[in-house]
């Protein structure tokens, strides 16, 4: 009877931490959202002027849908992991050049100028979930821009060596301290030097997995002044 007893309350103390779970990321998801959002009705507005420059109003609207989507997909993908669910990739030829160039191009709005692309000559082909494998660029991509040195260029580097393709994300640091760099891809982790701006710390923790269930390796390493985020994955040779 006390076993019986042992079990009935841990699974009510399961119950209630799937629940607090739950409610902390609906949450968030809620959070999340206000801003693509109030993005989209905002410029879908504007379109009724007809002197209204509609490209680039047409352009937000779209890179705020597509952030949009890429939220929700982040925070799904979180729920199935907390829920010890493996992801269901699509796999598919992935252009990893291309997929670097268009996540640069949707933050341009929100970090004007700051990516600077150092891809090397010819394409690097990946065979992977080409949605997810976007999350994770624009994940390394927007921190690098938010958490470095304001207006300083964000550098990307794309090779493909030995049959391993690797991203490089560099910016001007300053670089992590002891501790820090295991700690920043666990789930909930924020910084304390991070701690007031946007962000709740699950981006680097999804990406880890989506890294891993690709057969790759994610990681940082100081590269003084600044520092590196980095992912690798298995590819075909780069093509002319």
């Not at 993908?77 to 997929?99: H, M, N």
């Not at 100028?113 to 494998?133: I, M, N, Q, Y």
Request: with cysteine; proline share 5%; glycine share 10%.
């Amino acid at each position: 009877q006390a076993r019986q007893v042992l079990g009935q309350r841990r699974r009510i103390a399961d119950l209630e931490s799937e629940g607090a779970f739950k409610t902390r990321l609906l949450g968030m998801v809620a959070h999340e959202l206000r801003t693509p959002i109030a993005t989209i009705v905002g410029f879908s507005e504007l379109l009724d002027d007809p002197k209204a420059d509609h490209r680039r109003y047409l352009q937000r609207i779209q890179n705020a849908a597509r952030r949009l989507g890429q939220t929700l997909a982040t925070f799904l993908d979180l729920y199935r992991l907390e829920s010890g669910q493996r992801l269901e990739l699509e796999r598919r030829p992935v252009r990893l050049g291309a997929l670097i160039e268009e996540a640069a191009e949707m933050l341009q709005v929100q970090f004007p100028g700051r990516f600077r692309l150092e891809p090397e000559t010819g394409e690097v082909v990946v065979v992977g979930d080409e949605g997810r494998l976007f999350s994770t660029v624009l994940n390394l991509l927007t921190n690098a821009a938010k958490y470095g040195p304001e207006g300083e260029a964000v550098r990307i580097r794309l090779a493909c060596a030995d049959g391993t393709a690797r991203v490089e994300v560099y910016d001007g640091g300053p670089p992590l301290e002891a501790g820090e760099a295991e700690a920043i891809f666990q789930p909930w982790t924020r910084l304390a030097r991070h701690r007031g701006r946007e962000g709740h710390g699950l981006g680097l923790a999804v990406a880890r997995e989506v890294v891993a269930q690709h057969g790759g390796r994610i990681g940082w390493e100081a590269r003084p002044p600044g520092q590196v985020f980095w992912f690798e994955l298995p590819c075909e040779n780069a093509s002319p």
